[in-house]
Protein backbone atom coordinates (compact mmCIF):
# COMPACT_ATOMS: atom_id res chain seq x y z
CA UNK A 1 0.00 0.00 0.00
CA UNK A 2 2.47 2.29 1.05
CA UNK A 3 4.36 1.90 -2.10
CA UNK A 4 1.58 2.11 -4.04
CA UNK A 5 0.97 5.63 -2.59
CA UNK A 6 4.59 6.21 -3.14
CA UNK A 7 4.31 5.66 -7.34
CA UNK A 8 1.20 7.28 -7.43
CA UNK A 9 2.39 10.51 -5.63
CA UNK A 10 5.78 10.31 -8.00
CA UNK A 11 2.89 9.85 -11.20
CA UNK A 12 1.19 13.15 -10.22
CA UNK A 13 3.86 15.24 -9.19
CA UNK A 14 4.03 18.26 -12.33
CA UNK A 15 0.51 17.32 -13.02
CA UNK A 16 -2.82 19.49 -12.57
CA UNK A 17 -5.06 17.49 -10.30
CA UNK A 18 -8.42 18.38 -9.39
CA UNK A 19 -10.14 21.35 -9.16
CA UNK A 20 -13.18 22.84 -9.02
CA UNK A 21 -13.89 22.47 -12.85
CA UNK A 22 -13.07 18.89 -12.61
CA UNK A 23 -16.02 18.33 -10.06
CA UNK A 24 -18.42 20.50 -12.11
CA UNK A 25 -17.45 18.59 -15.08
CA UNK A 26 -18.05 15.71 -12.98
CA UNK A 27 -21.43 16.56 -11.65
CA UNK A 28 -22.71 17.92 -15.38
CA UNK A 29 -21.53 14.21 -16.78
CA UNK A 30 -23.65 12.45 -14.24
CA UNK A 31 -26.74 14.57 -14.92
CA UNK A 32 -26.47 14.39 -18.87
CA UNK A 33 -25.71 10.56 -18.26
CA UNK A 34 -29.00 10.20 -16.61
CA UNK A 35 -30.55 12.20 -19.28
CA UNK A 36 -29.23 10.25 -21.67
CA UNK A 37 -30.85 6.94 -20.42
CA UNK A 38 -34.13 8.80 -21.76
CA UNK A 39 -33.48 10.27 -25.04
CA UNK A 40 -30.57 7.53 -25.80
CA UNK A 41 -28.84 9.88 -28.80
CA UNK A 42 -25.36 8.64 -30.20
CA UNK A 43 -24.25 11.82 -30.80
CA UNK A 44 -25.31 12.41 -27.23
CA UNK A 45 -23.33 9.84 -25.80
CA UNK A 46 -20.32 10.69 -27.94
CA UNK A 47 -20.58 14.32 -26.22
CA UNK A 48 -20.72 12.49 -23.06
CA UNK A 49 -17.54 10.70 -23.56
CA UNK A 50 -15.86 13.74 -25.04
CA UNK A 51 -16.90 15.42 -21.56
CA UNK A 52 -15.29 13.14 -19.31
CA UNK A 53 -12.02 12.46 -21.43
CA UNK A 54 -11.30 16.24 -21.19
CA UNK A 55 -12.04 16.38 -17.66
CA UNK A 56 -9.69 13.50 -16.99
CA UNK A 57 -6.93 15.03 -19.24
CA UNK A 58 -7.35 18.40 -17.47
CA UNK A 59 -6.20 16.47 -14.12
CA UNK A 60 -3.20 14.31 -15.96
CA UNK A 61 -1.80 17.13 -17.64
CA UNK A 62 1.56 19.39 -16.85
CA UNK A 63 0.28 22.44 -18.52
CA UNK A 64 -0.63 23.86 -14.99
CA UNK A 65 -0.69 27.91 -15.59
CA UNK A 66 -3.39 26.80 -18.51
CA UNK A 67 -5.94 24.54 -16.28
CA UNK A 68 -5.05 27.24 -13.62
CA UNK A 69 -6.65 29.80 -15.81
CA UNK A 70 -9.48 27.31 -17.22
CA UNK A 71 -10.52 27.14 -13.88
CA UNK A 72 -10.05 30.43 -12.72
CA UNK A 73 -12.58 31.14 -16.17
CA UNK A 74 -14.95 28.62 -14.70
CA UNK A 75 -14.93 30.37 -11.11
CA UNK A 76 -15.99 33.57 -12.38
CA UNK A 77 -18.73 32.27 -14.61
CA UNK A 78 -19.98 30.45 -11.55
CA UNK A 79 -19.79 33.51 -9.48
CA UNK A 80 -22.34 35.28 -11.67
CA UNK A 81 -24.75 32.37 -12.28
CA UNK A 82 -24.77 32.43 -8.33
CA UNK A 83 -25.09 35.84 -8.10
CA UNK A 84 -28.50 35.91 -10.42
CA UNK A 85 -29.60 32.48 -8.61
CA UNK A 86 -29.69 34.55 -5.43
CA UNK A 87 -31.17 37.61 -6.32
CA UNK A 88 -33.84 35.62 -8.41
CA UNK A 89 -34.40 33.64 -5.19
CA UNK A 90 -35.10 36.94 -3.19
CA UNK A 91 -37.29 38.45 -6.16
CA UNK A 92 -39.10 35.50 -5.52
CA UNK A 93 -39.14 35.62 -1.50
CA UNK A 94 -40.40 39.56 -1.45
CA UNK A 95 -42.52 39.46 -4.12
CA UNK A 96 -45.61 40.38 -1.98
CA UNK A 97 -43.58 43.29 -0.94
CA UNK A 98 -41.02 44.62 -2.92
CA UNK A 99 -40.37 45.38 -6.69
CA UNK A 100 -36.48 44.87 -8.17
CA UNK A 101 -35.22 47.70 -10.94
CA UNK A 102 -32.13 47.82 -12.34
CA UNK A 103 -30.72 51.37 -11.89
CA UNK A 104 -30.04 52.54 -15.65
CA UNK A 105 -27.44 54.72 -14.57
CA UNK A 106 -25.06 52.07 -12.46
CA UNK A 107 -27.03 48.94 -13.76
CA UNK A 108 -26.96 48.73 -9.41
CA UNK A 109 -30.21 46.38 -8.62
CA UNK A 110 -32.31 48.33 -5.89
CA UNK A 111 -35.09 46.84 -4.11
CA UNK A 112 -37.68 48.98 -3.81
CA UNK A 113 -40.76 48.66 -1.84
CA UNK A 114 -44.19 47.31 -3.73
CA UNK A 115 -46.70 50.88 -4.40
CA UNK A 116 -48.44 50.73 -7.77
CA UNK A 117 -47.69 53.05 -10.35
CA UNK A 118 -45.43 55.37 -11.56
CA UNK A 119 -42.25 56.96 -8.85
CA UNK A 120 -39.20 58.74 -8.95
CA UNK A 121 -36.35 56.80 -7.32
CA UNK A 122 -32.70 57.69 -6.41
CA UNK A 123 -29.99 55.80 -6.65
CA UNK A 124 -27.79 55.31 -3.56
CA UNK A 125 -25.04 54.21 -5.39
CA UNK A 126 -24.66 56.69 -7.92
CA UNK A 127 -27.39 59.41 -6.57
CA UNK A 128 -28.85 59.82 -9.93
CA UNK A 129 -32.57 60.02 -10.11
CA UNK A 130 -35.14 57.94 -12.66
CA UNK A 131 -38.42 57.01 -12.73
CA UNK A 132 -39.57 52.85 -11.91
CA UNK A 133 -43.13 52.04 -12.82
CA UNK A 134 -44.63 49.21 -10.88
CA UNK A 135 -47.47 48.03 -12.52
CA UNK A 136 -48.64 44.96 -10.41
ZN1 LIG B 1 -27.20 53.96 -9.86
Not at 21 to 41: D, G, H, P, S, T
Request: aromatic share 12%.
Amino acid sequence: MERLKRKLARFMQGRYGVDQLYVAMLILYFILLALNQRINNPYFGLLLWLLIVVAIYRVFSKNVSKRYAENQKFLKFWRRIKTKLRLAVKRLADIRTHRYRKCPNCQTVLRLPRKRGVHQTKCPRCTKRFQVKVRF
